[in-house]
């Protein structure tokens, strides 16, 4: 879904994964979706909580602040 810039879609089905054990996974895909949708408070909330466990959670969250920072 992200791949085909079907961002709500995947968003959807993201938020469907976080009680299975691909939840770490499925954040770090959300926060993707949730930057490209214009959302970037979003995208670090749902990141923040994978970071420690998840390399691409934690490269969304120093995208979004980098972003941030340089406003």
């Keep these: 879904m992200l791949l085909a810039n ?3 879609e995947a968003a959807l089905q993201c938020e ?3 009680d299975t ?3 770490m996974r499925a954040r770090a895909l959300l926060a993707r979706a949730l930057l490209r949708m214009g ?4 995208a670090r ?3 923040a909580p ?3 466990h998840d390399y691409d959670a934690a490269g969304w969250l120093t995208r979004f602040d980098l972003l941030t ?3």
């Design 45 to 47: 909330q749902a990141a």
């Design 39 to 42: 959302k970037p408070e979003e």
């Design 50 to 52: 994978a970071a420690p």
């Design 6 to 8: 079907r961002d709500i």
């Design 69 to 71: 920072s340089s406003r």
């Design 21 to 23: 054990s691909y939840e």
């Design 16 to 18: 469907e994964l976080f």
